[in-house]
């Protein structure tokens, strides 16, 4: 997985893996993108849909990656749904998630 990452890596900013137990997965990944989301657990369907629509949706208005993860985190408990704390956020060294902005939208 690695290296097909490192093959595109200069393209790619954010690798999401949305899936049960993929921390280790986003963990390597951030080696070579600048961010990558994954998660230290299973994840329930319902959980994994609304964290990543809120993510996305963030993204999209233009917050970094690190509010708009923070956003979705969050989001997950206006929900009631407690798994919250399932997803992780790596970032490469030397950047900060905070700075990592994917779209400006136009003014």
């Known amino acids: 997985m690695a290296v097909s990452i490192a093959t595109v890596a200069d393209h790619v900013r954010v690798v999401f893996f949305n899936t049960c137990y993929s921390r280790?997965?986003?963990?390597?990944?951030?080696?070579?993108?600048?961010?990558?989301?994954?998660?230290n657990d299973s994840?329930?369907?319902?959980?994994?849909?609304?964290?990543?629509?809120?993510?996305?949706?963030a993204v999209g208005f233009g917050y970094s990656?690190?509010?708009?993860?923070?956003q979705a985190k969050a989001r997950l408990m206006l929900e009631d749904?407690?798994?919250?704390?399932?997803?992780?956020?790596?970032?490469r060294e030397g950047l900060s998630a905070d700075e990592v902005v994917l779209v400006r939208p136009e003014q």
Do not use: C, K, W
């Open 24 to 39: 280790a997965q986003a963990q390597a990944a951030a080696q070579y993108v600048d961010v990558a989301i994954g998660m």
């Open 43 to 57: 994840i329930e369907d319902v959980a994994a849909r609304v964290f990543s629509a809120q993510f996305y949706s």
């Open 65 to 70: 990656v690190q509010r708009a993860f923070e």
């Open 81 to 91: 749904i407690p798994e919250e704390n399932t997803p992780e956020l790596f970032v």
